[in-house]
């Protein structure tokens, strides 16, 4: 581990800081909400462009990540998040579809750079995330049902707008590597590196610049939260690791498992909620709290990680 990786915790922590200064500006709280989509789409392109993509038609060959994926993600946390909701949250119906939208949605764009970070197989997570991307818009308005009790429609504007973000970049990155593979200069792209980083401590100081000051007029909340949240990362960290470890033998792969069951789609989730239920904010406000913890709970889990693999 170099020492500027030994620095994303603090980097990290420092971007949360300055972003809830920042945040008690009424002007730049609103430059930073635009912001964050951008930089999202910006760290996703310099992720992507470091990634051989010539492997990845081979990582689709890996069923066993495959199947292993979408079990943890699709049929043991959408179970495990209810029983959470139920033992936590049941005198609080909304804050309780809020954390299950949350948890039964696997990330589609924020574990690809986590799990660069903490040194995975990027390309395996790569090739599972248009799956998690289709079954998850499929398979929401079903748990919300069947867990909750009520029901919603997602647009096809929502979906072409989420692919939108994830393709434009691979587009971008896909055409980018084949120009500096055709004119032999590869070896540029070993000067971004640190790109990455960089650029989520960006987007980490827009999100807390943009919502932070939401979640301290409602700390409450955060309370009542805090233990849920942390008890669904810490209990799927060590069942994925052990599933990770019993199937695979390259800790590269288990840790890309580890991170496609820890990381959230918020995003989506929120985008659901706005249009879904209009007259409870709290739900939506579950689904901007929920990545204000799960951010630095995924740079401390990068971090972790790196420790563990290199023991």
């Given at each position: 581990?170099?020492r500027?990786?030994?620095?994303y915790?603090?980097?990290i922590?420092?971007?949360?800081l300055?972003?809830?200064?920042?945040?008690?500006v009424?002007?730049?709280?609103?430059?930073?909400d635009?912001a964050?989509?951008?930089l999202l789409?910006?760290?996703?392109?310099?992720t992507?462009?470091?990634i051989?993509?010539?492997?990845?038609?081979?990582?689709?060959?890996?069923?066993t990540?495959a199947?292993?994926?979408l079990?943890?993600?699709?049929?043991?946390?959408?179970?495990?998040?209810?029983?959470?909701?139920n033992?936590?949250l049941?005198?609080?119906?909304?804050?309780?579809?809020?954390?299950?939208m949350?948890?039964?949605?696997?990330c589609?764009?924020?574990y690809?750079?986590?799990t660069?970070?903490?040194k995975?197989?990027?390309?395996?997570?790569?090739?599972?995330?248009p799956l998690?991307?289709?079954l998850?818009?499929a398979?929401?308005?079903?748990?919300?049902?069947?867990l909750?009790g009520t029901?919603?429609?997602i647009s096809?504007?929502l979906?072409?707008?989420?692919?939108?973000?994830l393709?434009m970049?691979?587009?971008?990155?896909l055409?980018v590597?084949?120009f500096?593979?055709?004119?032999r200069q590869?070896r540029r792209?070993e000067?971004?590196g640190?790109w990455?980083?960089f650029?989520l401590?960006?987007?980490?100081m827009?999100i807390?610049?943009?919502q932070?000051?939401?979640?301290?007029?409602?700390i409450s909340?955060?309370?009542?939260?805090?233990?849920?949240?942390l008890?669904f990362?810490?209990?799927n960290?060590?069942?994925?690791?052990r599933?990770g470890?019993?199937?695979?033998?390259e800790g590269?792969?288990?840790?890309?498992?580890q991170?496609t069951t820890l990381?959230r789609?918020?995003p989506?989730?929120l985008?659901?909620?706005?249009?879904?239920f209009?007259?409870?904010?709290?739900?939506?406000l579950?689904?901007?709290?929920?990545?204000?913890?799960?951010?630095?709970?995924?740079?401390?889990?990068?971090?972790?990680?790196?420790?563990?693999?290199q023991g």
């Amino acid at each position: 581990m170099s020492r500027f990786e030994k620095l994303y915790p603090v980097i990290i922590l420092l971007s949360i800081l300055l972003g809830l200064i920042l945040g008690s500006v009424n002007s730049i709280r609103s430059m930073a909400d635009f912001a964050i989509l951008p930089l999202l789409m910006a760290m996703l392109f310099f992720t992507f462009i470091q990634i051989p993509f010539a492997q990845i038609q081979h990582s689709f060959s890996n069923r066993t990540f495959a199947l292993s994926s979408l079990i943890l993600n699709f049929v043991w946390t959408p179970l495990f998040a209810w029983a959470i909701a139920n033992i936590f949250l049941s005198e609080q119906p909304a804050l309780w579809i809020g954390f299950i939208m949350l948890m039964v949605t696997p990330c589609t764009d924020w574990y690809i750079i986590f799990t660069g970070l903490a040194k995975g197989d990027v390309v395996a997570s790569l090739s599972i995330l248009p799956l998690n991307l289709v079954l998850q818009l499929a398979l929401l308005p079903v748990y919300l049902h069947l867990l909750t009790g009520t029901s919603s429609d997602i647009s096809m504007s929502l979906l072409l707008h989420s692919l939108v973000v994830l393709m434009m970049p691979l587009g971008l990155a896909l055409g980018v590597r084949y120009f500096l593979t055709k004119s032999r200069q590869l070896r540029r792209l070993e000067r971004i590196g640190a790109w990455p980083i960089f650029l989520l401590s960006l987007a980490v100081m827009s999100i807390f610049a943009s919502q932070g000051r939401l979640l301290i007029e409602h700390i409450s909340i955060l309370g009542l939260l805090l233990i849920p949240l942390l008890l669904f990362f810490v209990v799927n960290f060590v069942i994925s690791r052990r599933v990770g470890k019993k199937l695979f033998h390259e800790g590269a792969t288990v840790t890309s498992l580890q991170m496609t069951t820890l990381a959230r789609n918020s995003p989506i989730a929120l985008a659901v909620a706005t249009t879904a239920f209009p007259n409870e904010p709290l739900i939506a406000l579950v689904l901007v709290i929920g990545p204000l913890i799960e951010l630095p709970v995924l740079i401390i889990v990068s971090f972790v990680i790196q420790r563990l693999n290199q023991g």
